[in-house]
Structures are given as C-alpha cells and as structure tokens.
C-alpha cells in the first residue's frame, strides 16, 4: 500500500511523468535516442526572463529535420501513447501539430532538464531565429524579411557551432538572406567600383590582405599556445624525476594552455604515476635564537593515520587525512621534547629535557622524564622521572614504542664524587620501563660528544632489549645490555645514524660523505651487502624487517629492498633529516629542517597502463579482460561496430572481429573464446541493419559457433520478420544487452531486448538450453554463481534466479529499477546496483535485501567485486567510480 509519505517521496504525479520518459528513453537504441534528444529540444520555449515552457510545433517542422523518418515515427508513438506527447490541428489551417503533454515534464525530466541547461543558448538563439522564420513566412517569404549582416552571421555562427537540427524551412531562410546579402555586397561593390574605380580594387586587395593576416594572427596564435603546452610538458617530464609535485603542475598548465596535446596528457600520466605525495603541512616555526636544536623530527602512526610533529618547546599531533590538528603540547623554555607513537597507535611516549646550555634549574612545572600522552585526546596518562640529570632520546626497535618493553635512553653521566651534577663529557647508555621507571646501565660514551634533541648519532635495541646498537662519532658497536659487552664494532669515517634488525642478528651503519650504506652480520661481523647510497641523513628498517628506509643529502627520501640491495621507490622533492613509515608499510612521513612535514602514500597511483585501439565509441560495459586477454567492441561510425581483442599488458592488438551488434561482448574464463552478437548486413542508406544470433569465436583456431535459436531482423518497424517466432520457440528476436560465460566456460547466458528474454546455451555447441520466455522489462543482467549452480538475472522490475542444472526457477521477486548483479567470490551474496543511486546486498539463500548503501550520485551502469570479497567498484552516470569497503 502506497503511503502519503511514499507518495511525497517519489515525487507524486509528475514524478512519475519524469520516469516514464525516462523509461522510455532508456528502451530506445542510441540511434533513436539522438533522434529523441532533437525532438524534445524543439518542442522547448526556452525565456531568459521567464520559465521554460512548453512549444506547439508542425509536424510538418520535425520532418524537415534531418533526422531518421523511422525513429521519429517510433519516438512520437512511443511517446504519444505514454501520454507525454499529445498532438493536435492547427484552427485555422487544420496542420497537425505536436507538443509537450505536460509542463511538469520540462522540470521532472531529469534528462530533459540536463539538455536544455547544456543547450540553454543555443535554445535561446534558436527560438529567435524560428520567430524570424514564422515572420518570413507570413509575410509569403518577403525578402525584406530576411536577416541582414549582422544578424545573419550570428545566426550562420550558431548553425555551424551547435548540435541542434535545422528544418528545411530554416535552411532555406538562413540560405536565402546568406544569398540576399551577397547581392547586396555585390551591388555596394559595383557602385563602389564605378564610382572610385581602381580605389575599389585597392579595396578589395587590402581586404583579402586583412582576412589572411587575420587568419595567419589566428593561427600563430594557436600555434604559440600549442608551443606553449609542449615546452610546459617538456618541463613536467625534466623535473619529474626531482619535484612530481611540480611536474602535475606543470602538465596541467601544459594541458590548459592549448587543446590538450598528446606530449601535455602523456607528460600529465607520468607524473601523477610518480607523485606520491599525499599532503605537506608546512609551518613556520621561531625557533630559539641559540639555534641548539630544531624540532626537525616526528612520528607516524602504526595505521598512518596520525602525525606526531615536533614543534619549538612542544609537539603536536595531526589527523592526516583531514589536514587538522588534534592536539598538542607546550612545554617550558628551554624544556626540549623527543616523542613516538607506541605500537599499538593508542598513545604517545615522549621524553622531555631540561635544556644543558641553561645554568639555570629547572622551574617549577617542568618535569623531565618519559611522558605517555592518549594518541587522540593528549591527555597525559603516565608519568615516570628520570633524576636530575636530562635524558635524552627515546629508541626502540623499528619506528614505534611497545611499552611492554624498555626503551633506550641516554644521557650525561652522574659524578660520584663531590657535589652531585651532570658530567656533559661523559653519557651514560640506558634502559628504562616507561611502566615502573626502572633504569638498566648499558655502556658510557665519553670523549665530549655534545648531547642535543638527537642526542648521539643513533642508538636502536632489538625488540627484546637484549641487543643496543649505538652509533658515536666514530665507531658504531652492538653491546649485550645483559652483560654490557661489544659484540660487535665498526669504525666509521663521520657521525651517522644506526639501524638494528628487530631480532638484534642485522645492523645497518654509515658514515661520512662516501662510505656506503652497509647492512652487517652482527655475530660474525660479515658485511652482507651494501646499499648504492652514500651521503646518508638518516636510515631505519620498517617495522617487518623487509625495507629500509633512507633520506639522503639530495633531498630524495629512498625504499630499499633488505633481501637484495636493490631500490624499489624514490620519493623526490620534499629535503629532510628524518622519516617515519607506518607499520604496515603504506605511508611514510618525511620531517625536513624548513619545519614542513610531508606525508607519502606508497601505492601506486594513477593509471597503469594507456593503449590506442581505434578511433570511435567505446560502449562503456563492453570492455572484459579475461585469461591474459582484453577485448572491447569500438563503434568507428554511426550502425557499425567491431570487437578488437589486444594484450592488457602491452596494447598490442591479436584480433578484430567486425560486424558487431548488440551492447556487450564477452570474453570465457580461460580467454581463448569471444561471445559476440553478430551483425548480418550493415545499415546502408536505403536499408536498415539486419541483426543474427550470437557467435563464439575461437580466438587461437579461429572457429566460429553459432548460438541457436536467434532469428535474423531489422529493428526498424518498417522492415517485417515474418519467421520470427514468439520465444520460446525458435527463432526469435533478441538485442543481446548482458552475457556471461558460466565459471568453467561451458554455458553462455544472454539477457536481451526486443522480447528476446533470457536465453542459455551449451558455449561448445551452441545448443539452446532455456530460454524464460518474453517476460516484463526487457533488458537484462545476468550473473552465475561461482559454483556454476546459479543463474541470477534481472529486469528493470524483478530478479530471478535459476538452478543450472534443471533450469528450474528457485526465486522470482519484485525489484524496482535493478540494474547490474554480481554474486560474490563466496557466492552468499547477490550484490545489485539500482536506477536510485543505491548499491543492495541480497542473502543468496533467503533472497532478502540485508543491507543498502546510498552514495552515489547517479543510475549504477556496472559494479565489480574484489577478489576476496570486500570491496565493491561501482561505476554511475555522473562518470565516478566508488569503492566500497564491505567490511565496515
């Protein structure tokens, strides 16, 4: 029972008029729907100063347009006897006229209303000049009433520039005053010609001179902004290799400057492949006027998500993907943080410092010591002091904290003797459980290395503590923290950083400007391999062990595969002294001394590959990629089409198979065999196209099948099939819209127009095997399950759903407006796209809608399932593609 409510909602009365045209439109063939969009646009009276409404037109005026007398034959029934178009007789002349039923139309029509705001005008102008036509004609087609110069032009501009038909009448009038017009320059010309003789030929000389300077101004003009685009894309391709940032910039300028070249959208390709930055937080810090230390560090969370940046006397925390700061924390002058993410992402650990180049004591407030703070509040959750001298860094295996483990800090050593104060020539090398505040003496580092935010060049444990690497202005070493000895030491030529394998079995050392990156075997002191890097800022492996991770003098932060040396990423453009990955290895962050903060996704972005096919319309569902093949059908011209099979991977073309028809075509599983409805005889001028059945085609022996039980036809109403028969029997009309190859490519289903229904066969055969019958709704989505077992099919009114095996129904239910269908990899759902902008998940063993997603901004035209089940790609009418995530 229709409620009040679902009344309102679908829009009453004249909604229903907006669908029903909209229904109809959507039976028509391309053909006939150009023909449609002419029709509807000259039956508009389109007002700047006023609504649109409704224009009564001669039928005698659509058929001089040049339009096919068959479609608009088929448009005006159709629609007449939906009500939406009502035809009447002039009173005076009795010509029979055509006009909009409704008004309502005009603005419930969605489609309608997309034509007229794209052509509003063209509309306008069209309006004027038909007036002017009417006019002419009253007046017995007076001359006097042709358009002069100005006018003409603009009328003649606009014939040249828009889409919309011209009637023979209006033809003719923009014809007869071009001519009118002639002659009376022609006339000027000769008075002027007897009166200043030679003058005149002067004339027409520097006029004919002006036109071709004009065309020449033209064209240089044209030229210089296509040479504009290409030195623009030359540039984006030079510096794409340093600043992709900079390179996307200047491929879209090289692609605004004149119609996009082939060198402007190739160089736009490449550098949207290679940018992976994803957001840069720039800031502009005061710093302290000493220059002891620069908050050039921070930390990414484990999911990516969060960033942990160092800022003056403080650090704050970011949500990066809404580019908003959560929180942060300020601490005293003088009082110097250092801070990471713990492993679980839930909270911060950080140390504090007072700062060593102060005299003074630390005031009252400042505790230095490791603070834990909430991840998502800043809230201080823990608090552990570390005595009185300061203790600086804060390090662990990988890039986060478990504080189930100790952490290594560092600091001045305690004298002993004497008054109690903090040695700066000697540092002591510590563990310390953030959760008792237990310290654990490791080693000493003496020899006045001076301590600051970073501390020693680098220290890093393995993830049980039992392993310290530390890294000092000269030697690298590995100490037991049990029993405090070197197990393993490296002179290094400079300071550098230091990086140790979570087990505590690998360490990665550097130093000065030429010695190489090395990775090392710590108990035997081998050197496994090394890295084609030097000049090194900073490195540390991911969280797996498998990548390490680099930041170089040049300014390019570099990935590295552990197990072979070899670089797998660059990440130019952003200069820095420190990185974080997250722990799953899909961002990294990059933290640079100009206080910016740069945020990298490590997928790959962009397109993956670009081929030229063939000229012409590409059918947006007729592309399948299948078994190391793709095949798409190409329509090069107006009532022909072909099928090009080529190599996804390389574009190469392997086959073309012509004289397609209908709107899909499929390749099978394994992609040696191509479903295609064929085309008997093509349109020709004085005889429509003849449609036959559908033909498998064997791609590698080049054997062709035919699917039985199709009848050969002419769409057009005018041409009889008197051998068609009413399916089931055989042979019958069918426009295939849908097909698919069953799981294991021995049955082909097909869903079809023109009464056709659904129609199974044997793929090897061609054996007709069922067929529904002609049924309500005529264009079909058909969908086997993954087990073969299955056949889903739906109309723009139901779903049905078969049994394979004795093509006995096992549902038939109402579906309002269902469009696409898919099973999932695990065959428990049926996944459907609808005409209401909404995705539904129905139970494939209850058949009941479990849940529906809105999001879209348009009629569903295809969707596609994840391999593993939990994503859903669907694409809409407003041109987007969506990816949904099932699982949340």
């Not at 390179?247 to 992976?276: G, M, N, Y």
């Not at 190599?647 to 390749?667: E, H, M």
């Not at 009889?720 to 190859?741: D, L, Y």
């Amino acid at each position: 029972m229709l409620t009040l409510e679902g009344y309102v909602a679908t829009g009453g009365v004249v909604g229903a008029l907006g669908r029903r045209a909209e229904e109809l439109y959507g039976r028509l063939d391309p053909r006939a729907q150009a023909t449609c969009r002419q029709v509807f646009l000259r039956l508009v009276s389109v007002d700047p100063a006023a609504q649109d409404t409704r224009r009564r037109v001669r039928r005698r005026e659509l058929r001089q347009l040049d339009l096919d007398a068959d479609a608009l034959d088929e448009i005006l029934n159709r629609y007449g006897e939906r009500r939406l178009l009502s035809f009447d007789r002039e009173p005076l002349t009795r010509t029979p006229t055509v006009e909009v039923a409704h008004e309502a139309i005009l603005s419930q029509w969605d489609r309608l209303r997309s034509w007229i705001e794209e052509r509003r005008e063209d509309l306008v102008l069209h309006r004027r000049l038909v007036e002017a036509v009417e006019e002419w004609q009253d007046a017995q087609r007076n001359p006097e009433f042709l358009p002069l110069a100005g006018r003409l032009i603009q009328y003649e501009d606009w014939a040249r520039s828009t889409d919309l038909a011209l009637s023979s009448d209006e033809a003719v009038f923009l014809e007869q005053g071009r001519r009118g017009e002639d002659e009376r320059n022609a006339r000027t010309a000769r008075r002027r010609r007897a009166v200043l003789g030679g003058f005149a030929f002067a004339a027409v000389v520097a006029a004919l001179l002006a036109g071709l300077a004009l065309v020449g101004r033209e064209q240089a003009r044209r030229n210089a902004h296509v040479a504009s685009s290409r030195e623009l894309a030359a540039s984006a391709v030079s510096v794409l290799d340093r600043d992709p940032e900079l390179s996307v910039l200047l491929a879209l300028r090289a692609a605004e400057a004149a119609k996009p070249t082939f060198e402007a959208v190739s160089a736009l390709h490449e550098a949207l492949q290679q940018d992976h930055a994803l957001w840069t937080l720039e800031r502009r810090l005061r710093k302290p006027a000493n220059g002891f230390w620069s908050p050039d560090w921070g930390s990414l969370s484990p999911n990516g998500r969060l960033l942990l940046v160092g800022a003056v006397n403080g650090f704050e925390v970011w949500n990066v993907d809404r580019h908003r700061r959560l929180w942060n924390v300020h601490l005293a002058r003088g009082e110097v943080p250092l801070a990471r993410f713990s492993s679980n992402g839930s909270s911060v650990v950080g140390t504090t410092v007072w700062d060593l180049a102060s005299s003074q004591a630390p005031p009252a407030g400042v505790r230095p010591g490791v603070h834990v703070w909430d991840a998502l509040t800043g809230r201080e959750i823990r608090y552990r002091p570390l005595g009185r001298c300061p203790a600086y860094g804060l390090s662990q295996s990988g890039s986060f904290v478990d504080l189930s483990r100790p952490v290594a800090v560092y600091g001045p050593e305690r004298t002993r003797r004497g008054p109690r104060r903090c040695d700066s020539q000697t540092l002591e090398l510590f563990l310390v459980d953030v959760m008792t505040g237990k310290r654990k003496p490791v080693a000493t580092q003496s020899g006045g290395f001076p301590p600051d935010v970073l501390g020693l060049t680098g220290i890093a444990t393995s993830a049980d503590a039992k392993y310290m690497a530390i890294s000092g202005p000269t030697r690298t070493e590995v100490v037991d923290t049990d029993t405090r000895r070197t197990i393993f030491s490296r002179e290094v030529s400079g300071p550098a950083w230091v990086a140790l394998s979570s087990n505590g079995s690998r360490v990665v050392t550097a130093g000065g400007s030429e010695e190489p990156l090395s990775l090392w075997d710590v108990r035997s002191g081998r050197l496994l391999r090394q890295f084609d890097a030097t000049q090194v800022i900073w490195f540390g492996f991911s969280q797996d062990d498998k990548t390490l991770v680099t930041f170089g003098a040049e300014g390019v932060v570099r990935l590295w595969d552990v197990a072979t040396g070899h670089e797998v990423m660059s990440l130019p453009g952003h200069k820095g002294t420190w990185a974080g990955l997250s722990a799953n290895g899909t961002r990294l962050a990059s933290f640079a001394d100009d206080d910016s903060v740069r945020v990298w996704t490590l997928a790959k972005r962009g397109e993956v590959g670009q081929f030229w096919l063939e000229p012409g319309f590409y059918p947006g569902d007729s592309l399948d990629v299948e078994g190391g093949r793709a095949a798409v059908m190409v329509s090069p011209r107006p009532s022909y089409a072909e099928a090009v099979v080529f190599n996804p991977s390389t574009g190469a073309v392997q086959a073309k198979i012509p004289s397609i028809t209908g709107q899909v075509i499929r390749l099978s599983p394994d992609g040696r065999r191509l479903a295609a409805q064929q085309q008997v005889s093509p349109a020709t001028p004085r005889r429509p196209a003849l449609d036959g059945p559908v033909l498998i085609h064997d791609l590698d022996t080049g054997k062709v099948t035919e699917m039985k039980g199709f009848c050969v036809y002419s769409e057009a109403v005018s041409v009889p099939s008197p051998q068609c028969q009413e399916p089931p029997r055989t042979p019958f009309k069918a426009w295939v819209g849908s097909m698919e190859f069953s799981p294991d490519g021995s049955l082909l289903a097909a869903g079809s127009e023109h009464g056709g229904g659904l129609s199974v066969w044997n793929a090897y055969t061609g054996k007709l095997l069922f067929n529904s019958g002609k049924l309500p709704g005529e264009f079909w989505n058909v969908a086997f399950s993954p087990d073969g077992r299955r056949l889903v099919a739906s109309t723009p009114q139901e779903l049905f759903a078969y049994d394979t095996a004795s093509w006995k129904p096992l549902v038939r239910r109402p579906f309002v407006g269902l469009l696409p269908v898919r099973f999932t990899p695990d065959g428990r759902y049926v996944i459907g796209g609808t005409e209401a902008n909404r995705i539904i998940i129905v139970d494939a063993r209850t058949w009941k809608t479990t849940a529906s997603l809105a999001g879209q901004q348009g009629a569903i035209k295809n969707l596609r399932i994840s391999p593993d089940g939990t994503k859903i790609a669907a694409a809409d009418f407003s041109g987007l593609v969506r990816i949904w995530d099932l699982r949340s």
